[in-house]
């Protein structure tokens, strides 16, 4: 008698919408067809094979830090190193090469540094109870402070030939006609996307940032979900700094600079909500493709730097304001 | 007509999935307590937030002492003298009692506030309601009693013509009650309306006139409260006949499952020894404050204990976290669903299956779709809760199905203890038969259960031993046989004076 949700949808769309946060979603998709088909009447040349090749190399980066936000943010926290480990990775992994290093070798060097970041994180936010924005804003500095310091605060020299191969591995090659930095942005977000919503880890995420009292006593360590997120987010931006190290061939000290927020920015667009417990990794890719979306195309449009700017500013809080008012509505009527 | 100060017609809510309220009418004259009563999601604080102004109305009609009110909000209904004391307490915790009572109606001039003023009139209110709470105190240090009358003070300190009362008296200890009794009668003899909503049947007939009796979003019944009996009140309430209150089974006590030794966790848990065996269910009696819930936190492993040994089946088990006591096959449902219990944003699916993950997946941490939907299914069937879909958030389930979710979350999983702290707080009659039910079935099972209750019928009924504790010790235990109400209170109250005392250094000294 009480149950009297519309039963006559079919099994799929109704399975689909059912996911937590899938309104959003779908709603922000429409935002982004509609997005690419303006920019595309206003100047054709947007659809080029060209332009959309470079459109969805834009696009990864975006993602993949998306998706470390993301984890972080359904925790209810927030990272503020992710642009710092991004110059940290680019500028260890160029600093190392220069020195005639292996490039694997101080890719995977690099990879460990930036995971440590990420344990300290989760480590300061969880083990010590420290607000997340301040911990993160400490790692943030210091962060930075490592990408400087890396090679004695100058940007580094060129990486060289030796670093060809790491050099199409994360940008320049391409696989199926597509190039590779997307491939590993998707093949990132599978992962994590299947970690987040099919296991164990992935509940324990939601539960902490839903209420993580009720966590607690559903016997959750709310230190080890914490310092897995931060890691996963230390990760991502990781992978992007070896994509900046590669596209550019040099380390530069200020790689990365306010990704961060550009990450906060791509997962509340998708439906993430900044105070934990809600949204899905889909929406953040989704968040990704309107943000890079708006600056390729905006530019495209042959709008300047700062009219681009104001216009992202402006539709980030469109975005976010519209998913409140859908929200408090459900939730008066 | 004019009489009634408060009139509402064909009154219909729906929220998305539930028909919350379904043409239904309430009146109240001034100088009349009016009950409304009705279970758990019969749409009774729906109504009330409706009057209030917090939830707009899908249709019907509002006359306030007798005018027609098209345009409702919570700010015209507050200009109307409308105020409610909610079921969960509002409070800026980190405010003192005199700021939340004044909030956003600061005593000063232009933007100056006048601390002073505001500190004197919160007092007088305070002092007119005889409870002992500085205005200075922070509403986060005191216990949630107090905050209780606070939420009441800031109602009184607006001169309410017509009080909307959820369920006051749950948190209250029975002096408190008996003085909240006393201002609703004084506020009664000045011609207010008050509308009081409350599970506790046993209190109407100390202040109620009228009852008005609703059942799933619709009016059931109305009249004096002299023409009802408490059965044809429940009767109205449930729809049935409730033969039993509190069903009660006997099974022949065997090995002790649980014992405790010597436990010691701060101020609230000192020197706890007892025993659970099979075949039997512990109450847990006392007074607001005696250290129960604090009891069960320790043993549970959320408080860090200072001393003191825990067994299970004979064995010594080490908890230092709630994993560490599930592991040992010990489970606590506890007592505030919303802090503790259940992670309301999250889907039923995801609240029931969230401590039993580890039945539930493989090894590689992978969640299997199908046992996950077994598992729920099972549970949303054995504890029959109304919901459409257990993808449905739990935020949008009434409270009485919040709390099975909270049980069925825990008896989802095989264990050997479980805990129940308050486990029919705010729940209604039918649903509280249920929960008795379910600990009947655990007992009957060999699973130890521990139960505990500020209901003192509730523990008589249910329990086969009775633990009463006061002022963080056991004072005293009692069997089935010897328990009365009377030996229990005496027992609760052992250190009655000590507590008052404590009480009062907590309202003030911070």
Same mark, same amino acid.
């Given at each position: 008698m009480e149950q009297s949700i519309e039963k006559n949808k079919t099994g799929i769309i109704r399975r689909i919408t059912a996911i937590n946060g899938m309104g959003q979603v779908l709603t922000v998709t429409v935002g982004l067809i509609v997005l690419c088909l303006v920019f595309g009447i206003i100047n054709p040349t947007f659809f080029s094979s060209r332009n959309l090749g470079n459109l969805l190399r834009q696009i990864a980066p975006f993602i993949l830090i998306g998706i470390g936000q993301s984890y972080v943010l359904i925790t209810g926290n927030i990272d503020l190193s992710i642009g710092s480990v991004i110059g940290m990775s680019t500028m260890l992994s160029a600093t190392m090469m220069t020195k005639g290093v292996n490039p694997w070798l101080a890719a995977l060097i690099t990879l460990a540094a930036c995971l440590v970041m990420g344990i300290l994180n989760g480590w300061l936010v969880a083990g010590f109870s420290m607000p997340p924005f301040i911990a993160t804003l400490g790692t943030m500095t210091i962060g930075r402070g490592i990408a400087q310091i890396a090679n004695g605060n100058y940007n580094t020299n060129s990486i060289g030939a030796a670093a060809e191969g790491f050099r199409n591995f994360f940008y320049y090659g391409k696989v199926a006609g597509i190039y590779t930095t997307f491939w590993i942005a998707v093949i990132i977000f599978l992962i994590f996307n299947f970690y987040l919503s099919k296991t164990k880890t992935g509940r324990h995420i939601y539960a902490v940032g839903s209420n993580i009292n009720a966590a607690k006593l559903s016997g959750v360590s709310v230190t080890a979900v914490t310092i897995k997120v931060y890691v996963i987010s230390a990760f991502c931006a990781a992978i992007v700094g070896f994509t900046q190290c590669a596209s550019a061939g040099m380390g530069a000290m200020d790689a990365g600079n306010s990704y961060e927020m550009y990450a906060v920015a791509a997962s509340v667009i998708g439906g993430v909500s900044t105070l934990g417990g809600q949204g899905i990794l889909f929406g953040t890719v989704i968040g990704a493709a309107i943000w890079a979306v708006l600056q390729n195309g905006l530019q495209f449009a042959g709008a300047p730097v700062a009219i681009r700017n104001i216009a992202i500013g402006i539709i980030v809080i469109i975005s976010v304001l519209l998913d409140i008012i859908v929200r408090g509505r459900k939730r008066s009527n | 007509m004019e009489d009634y100060i408060v009139r509402m017609e064909h009154i219909s809510k729906s929220f998305p999935g539930v028909k919350a309220l379904d043409d239904v009418p309430l009146d109240l004259k001034s100088g009349e307590v009016l009950a409304l009563l009705g279970e758990n999601g019969a749409g009774k604080s729906t109504l009330m937030k409706i009057l209030a102004g917090i939830y707009t109305r899908d249709a019907g009609d509002i006359f306030i002492f007798g005018e027609k009110k098209d345009t409702w909000n919570a700010k015209i209904a507050k200009e109307n003298g409308i105020a409610i004391i909610h079921q969960e307490l509002n409070m800026c915790q980190h405010l003192t009692v005199a700021e939340n009572m004044f909030l956003g109606r600061e005593p000063g001039k232009a933007f100056l506030l006048n601390r002073g003023d505001m500190n004197k009139e919160a007092a007088k209110v305070l002092d007119n309601l005889h409870v002992d709470i500085s205005p200075k105190a922070l509403v986060g240090s005191l216990p949630v009693s107090k905050q209780q009358m606070v939420e009441i003070a800031k109602a009184l300190s607006v001169n309410a013509k017509i009080l909307i009362m959820d369920e006051p008296t749950s948190a209250l200890s029975s002096k408190e009650i008996d003085d909240l009794f006393v201002i609703i009668r004084q506020l009664r003899a000045e011609g207010c309306g008050i509308i009081y909503i409350s599970h506790r049947l046993e209190e109407l007939s100390h202040i109620v006139d009228r009852v008005s009796i609703m059942r799933d979003g619709r009016f059931i019944s109305s009249g004096s409260f002299s023409d009802y009996t408490m059965d044809s009140i429940i009767s109205d309430m449930v729809g049935r006949e409730i033969k039993e209150k509190f069903p009660h089974v006997d099974c022949k006590a065997g090995k002790t499952i649980l014992e405790v030794r010597h436990l010691n966790a701060g101020r609230m848990v000192r020197d706890i020894s007892f025993s659970v065996r099979e075949g039997e269910i512990v109450g847990i009696a006392g007074l607001m404050g005696a250290g129960r819930t604090e009891t069960t936190r320790a043993i549970f492993g959320i408080d860090q204990k200072e001393s003191g040994e825990i067994f299970v089946d004979g064995r010594e088990v080490r908890i230092r976290k709630p994993s560490d006591a599930i592991k040992n096959g010990i489970v606590l449902a506890p007592e505030d669903r919303k802090k503790d219990? %259940?992670?309301?944003? %999250?889907?039923v699916q995801h609240n029931i299956s969230l401590p039993n993950l580890d039945l539930i997946s493989d090894k590689a941490g992978k969640v299997i779709r199908r046992k996950e939907n077994t598992m729920t299914e099972k549970a949303i069937d054995d504890f029959s809760i109304k919901v459409s879909d257990p993808g449905v958030a739990v935020q949008n389930l009434s409270g009485g199905n919040q709390q099975k979710v909270v049980v069925a979350k825990w008896l989802s999983r095989k264990s050997r203890i479980v805990i129940f702290d308050e486990p029919t707080r705010g729940i209604d009659v039918a649903a509280k038969v249920e929960i008795y039910n379910i600990m009947n079935q655990l007992k009957k099972d060999g699973i130890g259960v521990l139960f505990v209750s500020s209901e003192m019928p509730e523990v008589l009924g249910v329990s086969d031993r009775i633990l009463v504790m006061c002022d963080g010790r056991i004072t005293g235990e009692l069997s089935r046989e010897e328990a009365t109400q009377e030996k229990v209170l005496t027992l609760a109250t052992q250190f009655e004076k000590k507590i008052e005392t404590k009480g009062e250094e907590n309202g003030t000294e911070h």
């Open positions: - | 219990g %259940l992670c309301t944003k %999250l889907p």
